[in-house]
């Protein structure tokens, strides 16, 4: 009964393609659906989707930084300036339901849906209560942003910075900004850490309370220096103001080079690849297990197989889905053989 309920993933997908909100927000339902038949049509839904925009268009921007730091507020801030000059925009807000404070709910959008208030077609913000960390961040958001992708000019995913989560966010976005809050431990902490190397750009936010603000700035831009650098692009760190909307420009414009420095640098297209096959991966492991993946030829086969991949790895998720599954079954047959062969008295000796 439950399949009847599942939408046709194809007609989904053209409605999609045509910005209709409602096929926004039933695409993100079904990638939601854990239920076998659920995966294979969201398969299936995102190669539809993946054949239009493919792995050149739009921009998926993964905003992070501690508690409090003021995300949600410069998330708000960016996207009124987004949509004045024209541009539509999704915002995924990703919740740690574990925060007590915030009720165990998906509030992280809220902020940003009140300072938005006035109904905008160009406009659609999803909160997701990171229900269970069971594969990460990323393996739930991450087919959901790139939905968002196939409908929308810029895609935010903003998450908490707390530890794997800035992790899972570098195999997300295509730029990656880290709200830093003025003088504040957690910063240093961040500093110490070896995710410092994750960012693209800095935005220290709260500058409007002065020194504290420009002291967390310099530490940051005197920090150490990140062992991968990419050549070309200058990691800036930034002052602004949410609440005062001193700097937005700014970032934007650091945001917009850093999109033009990737598909320059022919960077784009490969780093997109490579998140879609560390998804399929990640995927493949929550449903199957190593056991699983031992069936396809391993971890190291699998992911050799998706880079070169010609066809689209979603389809491919769903070819080695099958292929794990057809292997599953004839394990189970074959132990069954040998069972009855020892029940018949055959084999034994
Ligand atoms: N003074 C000042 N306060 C700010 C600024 N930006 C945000 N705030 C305040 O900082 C607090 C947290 O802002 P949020 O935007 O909810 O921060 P967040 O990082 O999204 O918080 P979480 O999602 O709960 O981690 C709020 O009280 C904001 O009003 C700013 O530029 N200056
Ligand atoms: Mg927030």
């Not at 570098?170 to 830093?180: N, R």
């Not at 500058?207 to 990140?226: F, H, Q, V």
């Not at 650098?229 to 949410?242: H, I, Q, T």
């Not at 086969?301 to 389809?315: G, K, T």
Request: with cysteine; hydrophobic share 40%; net charge positive.
């Amino acid at each position: 009964m439950a399949l009847l309920n599942l939408p046709d993933p194809e007609q989904l997908a053209s409605r999609i393609l045509r910005g209709v909100r409602a096929a926004v927000a039933s695409g993100l339902n079904l990638l939601d659906n854990k239920l076998a038949e659920a995966r294979s049509r969201s398969a299936r839904l995102l190669a539809s989707l993946s054949g239009e925009r493919g792995l050149k268009d739009g921009h998926l921007v993964g905003v992070t930084g501690p508690p409090g730091a003021g995300k949600s507020s410069l998330v708000s801030s960016m996207i009124r300036e987004w949509r004045h000059s024209g541009r539509t925009v999704g915002v995924l807000a990703v919740d740690p339901s574990s925060r007590p404070e915030l009720g165990g709910g998906a509030l992280l959008g809220d902020r940003i849906r009140i300072k938005n208030s006035t109904y905008d077609e160009g406009l659609f913000i999803r909160s997701l209560a990171n229900r269970n960390q069971l594969g990460g961040v990323a393996t739930e958001v991450w087919p959901m942003s790139w939905l968002m992708l196939a409908c929308f000019d810029v895609v935010v995913v903003e998450t908490v910075g707390v530890g794997q989560t800035e992790i899972d966010i570098a195999e997300i976005g295509d730029t990656i900004c880290y709200v830093a809050q003025p003088a504040s431990g957690d910063t240093i902490q961040y500093l110490k850490s070896g995710i410092i190397e994750i960012p693209d750009i800095f935005a220290v936010n709260k500058c409007d309370l002065g020194a504290a603000a420009r002291k967390t700035a310099a530490e940051i831009s005197r920090s150490a220096p990140r062992q991968d650098r990419r050549e070309g692009w200058d990691y800036p760190v930034c002052l602004v103001s949410a609440t005062t909307n001193i700097g937005i420009g700014q970032i934007l414009e650091h945001i917009d080079r850093h999109r033009s420095f990737l598909v320059t640098a022919n960077l784009l297209a490969k780093l997109r690849a490579s998140h879609q096959s560390a998804w399929v991966l990640r995927l493949l492991k929550e449903e199957f297990g190593t056991f699983g993946l031992e069936l396809a030829g391993g971890a190291a086969v699998i992911a050799q197989r998706l880079s070169e991949s010609r066809s689209n790895q979603f389809e491919e998720y769903e070819r080695l889905r099958k292929q794990i599954l057809s292997r599953f079954k004839s394990k189970s047959s074959s132990s069954t053989i040998t069972r009855k062969e020892h029940s018949n008295g055959q084999t034994i000796v």
